[in-house]
């Protein structure tokens, strides 16, 4: 009842100001379409298919990963202060923000993959392939929408919030296998692109997207990391909402 | 019975800054307790720690017996704020605003719905239900604040500053509100303000803190006798003397200060008797035509800078 009653506060808000979804779907878009237009021959096979995976995740970067910003303005407003004198429990506090959050993101992913579907991209693994790909896509905004409140408590301002976003979201993105197959990356990069936990949320998408089997070890693999990474974030801002209060 | 009591309270910033130092006070159920000091005095510091926003550094707060720091669940049940800044949503409706708060305070639908109703007819908002939040004018969203903060029917309000920055009339229909919740709630209501007026006319129990730490606490009537002061106000008819008699009266062995405004000379005197026989005996002497003279009781004012000043 609490976290709903938060997460009906914020997703109200969303609503009234849907130009925040738009906005930030905008920059994955152009991906698609330039890369799409530009690599397809010299990538070769169906290239939006491939990239998808990987601009699902950037949505979630732009999306879950900015949705911290939120919590400045409530801050600003009060509404922060009033929700925390009040007797719900620290964890509906996160938890109506990371759902929040996810419907956020899941939007912009239903925009990004309805234009893709017109570019010829279709899940081949079927029904169960989408459902799980809806799970992993879970998951992966709950680590990073945990991780963006957890910023948000711990940065000053917005300013220093973005710097901080922009400077590690780009790198994240390029150190996967998000344009590039994992074979086609040099030596030296394939341990860091390994070490990224975002490879493996990548790889599992893709296998989802373009096998007609489902590679369980490798879906595995994606969401057991994901929720380890979401459960460390998510207890970390609980811990520094009871310290603040 | 104690509402708050707080005991060698003291909190440092984690830069270092003793914002409460050793504070000790406490606040009986049902009365208005308010809070006078300075800008950087611990005002609003305290408000935070004691709505458990705000670890304290060391001392004990309890609040109807629990401990703050053991039970903070516990408290925040039992209490709302009205911070300094109103803190309403604007995206939502004056109604959604109250359903938040009551939802906040796990109350079900149909008591929510009831109180709501209530707080609406009784704070006067009735009018404003229609229109968008971000259309009110400053006195109606600090009126519809206060409602928010009231449906949860709290024990203990605590309101920061609830009048600054409005105008005289909305002003006025805050303290009636206040009076109001505590007429028909019985709640015990903690405030801050600048307004020695507004503490003057609500409280029932005043304290003055300074640098985080308390001067006094104690009713606005026994305050006043805090200065020991003997003032002798005199209200000329005309200007033209006034700054030759106060030179006059400053000079005079039995006045110890003089402060003017307007008409009025106000001379703090060694002896009451004898420094309105002398003051009146120059009036006369020099021929300084006035409409009164007489002794008066010292103001919230005078308690107040007399402290502030003896507290540096």
């Known amino acids: 009842m609490e976290t709903y009653n938060l997460f009906w506060r914020n997703i109200k808000w969303r609503f009234q100001n ?98 893709s579907f017109f570019m010829s991209v279709r899940i081949t693994s079927g ?25 948000s408590l711990q940065l000053p301002n917005e300013n220093v919030f973005h710097t901080m976003m922009n400077t590690f979201v780009l790198p994240v993105f390029f150190v996967s296998t998000a344009l590039i197959p994992f074979e086609n990356i040099p030596a030296g990069f394939r341990f860091f692109v390994t070490l990224n936990p975002f490879t493996h949320v990548i790889n599992s998408l893709r296998n989802l997207i373009l096998d007609a089997f489902v590679d369980w070890q490798l879906f595995g693999l ?8 979401g459960t460390v974030f998510f207890l970390l801002s609980i811990k520094k909402l009871h310290h603040d209060s | 019975m104690e509402a708050i009591s707080v005991q ?8 270092g800054k003793k914002a409460l130092d050793d504070l000790s006070i406490t606040v009986q159920e049902g009365e208005l307790f308010t809070l006078l000091g300075q800008n950087g005095a611990g005002k609003s510091t305290l408000i935070n720690t004691l709505t ?9 707060v309890k609040v109807f017996g629990e401990d703050l720091q053991q039970k903070p669940a516990s408290v925040r049940k039992q ?63 600090r009126r519809l604040d206060i409602a928010m903060s009231m449906v949860s029917h709290p024990r203990i309000l605590f309101l920061d500053e609830p009048t600054v920055g409005l105008d005289v009339e909305s002003r006025k229909a805050v303290w009636d509100i206040l009076e109001k919740i505590r007429r028909e709630y019985g709640t015990t209501i903690f405030m801050t303000t600048h307004y020695l007026e507004e503490a003057d006319v609500l409280s029932d129990t005043i304290c003055i803190i300074q640098d985080g730490h308390e001067l006094v606490q104690d009713t606005p009537k026994n305050l006043r006798q805090y200065t020991r002061q003997n003032l002798i106000q005199i ?22 200060a003089i402060q003017s405004s307007d008409h009025t000379l ?21 021929a300084i035509p006035y409409q009164s003279i007489g002794i008066i009781e010292p103001s919230l004012e005078n308690v107040y800078l007399t402290l502030i000043h003896a507290g540096k």
């Open chain 1, 18 to 115: 849907p130009i925040t979804i738009f906005l930030t779907v905008i920059p994955p878009i152009f991906w698609l379409v330039l890369y799409s237009t530009v690599l397809t021959k010299s990538m070769g096979g169906n290239y939006p298919a491939f990239i998808l995976a990987g601009l699902l995740v950037l949505v979630i970067f732009s999306s879950s990963g900015s949705s911290g910003v939120s919590n400045y303005a409530s801050k600003a407003d009060g509404s922060f202060y009033r929700i925390l004198i009040s007797p719900v429990r620290r964890s509906s506090i996160v938890m109506g923000h990371v759902l929040d959050a996810a419907v956020f993101s899941f939007i912009e992913i239903g925009i990004l993959l309805i234009i």
């Open chain 2, 266 to 286: 106000v001379a703090t005197v060694n002896d009451r008797e004898q420094g309105l026989v002398t003051i009146n005996r120059h009036l006369m002497e020099h």
């Open chain 1, 222 to 229: 994606a969401v057991c990391l994901m929720l380890i990474l």
């Open chain 2, 52 to 60: 458990t926003f705000l670890a304290p550094t060391s001392g004990s």
């Open chain 1, 127 to 151: 029904f169960l392939g989408v459902w799980l790909m809806a799970i992993q896509l879970f998951c992966t905004m709950f680590f990073v929408a945990s991780l963006s409140y957890t910023l």
């Open chain 2, 8 to 15: 060698h309270l003291t909190k440092i910033y984690r830069n």
């Open chain 2, 79 to 141: 209490i709302a704020c009205v911070a300094q800044h109103t803190s309403i949503d604007n995206h939502l409706s004056l109604t959604e605003n109250m359903l938040f708060q009551s939802r906040l305070h796990k109350l079900d639908h149909a008591t929510a719905t009831k109180r709501i109703a209530e707080l609406i007819e009784s704070f006067g908002l009735g009018a404003y239900t229609q229109h968008r939040v971000f259309t009110y004018s400053g006195g109606i969203k």
């Open chain 2, 235 to 256: 209200n000329l008819k005309s200007t033209a003397n006034m700054a030759w008699f106060e030179e006059l009266l400053a000079g005079s062995p039995c006045v110890a």
